[in-house]
């Protein structure tokens, strides 16, 4: 990678907001969304069950493939505008990823959320802020070629 389209891309906005939806999701692998129990089929026991991305097939599809989206879209500084259709589409995703961890924490007995139940709530916010800065950006360079 040139150094300096390197430093030029981790100067804007919108690339610190994917930075952070980017770790944040794969965050989520690790730490649990909520913690509860569960019973065990064909049996009356309870056991004690952590919700993290790697439980569920959807969520886990979901969660990489929003990991490698916001990886992607962070590289794709020179093209606005399918950085905002990739931020559209993560968002959509990690909105999706979040409706999931909720319906997997109803499922639970006694089931609490984590204090890392915020990292899908952040993949949002990042891809909700990316985005609203790259349409920013958008709106700026149209307005200076109207000058031109």
């Given at each position: 990678i040139d150094l300096?389209?390197?430093s030029t891309m981790i100067q804007r906005q919108q690339t610190l907001?994917?930075?952070?939806?980017?770790?944040?999701a794969a965050l989520t692998f690790k730490f649990?969304?909520?913690t509860g129990e569960e019973i065990v089929k064909n049996t009356t026991m309870?056991?004690?069950?952590?919700?993290?991305?790697?439980?569920?097939f959807f969520t886990l599809i979901l969660t990489i493939a929003s990991t490698i989206i916001s990886t992607i879209t962070?590289?794709?500084?020179?093209?606005?505008?399918?950085?905002?259709?990739l931020c559209l589409l993560g968002?959509?995703?990690a909105i999706g990823i979040l409706t999931l961890y909720i319906l997997e924490m109803n499922k639970l007995i006694s089931g609490t959320p984590a204090i890392w139940a915020l990292l899908p709530?952040?993949?949002?916010?990042?891809?909700f802020m990316a985005f609203r800065n790259?349409?920013?950006d958008q709106k700026l360079v149209k307005s200076l070629d109207k000058l031109r």
């Open positions: 300096l389209k390197f907001w994917l930075i952070l939806a980017t770790v944040a649990p969304f909520a309870k056991q004690l069950v952590e919700t993290t991305a790697a439980n569920n962070m590289f794709m500084f020179k093209d606005r505008s399918m950085q905002i259709k968002l959509l995703i709530a952040l993949v949002v916010i990042g891809y790259i349409r920013k």
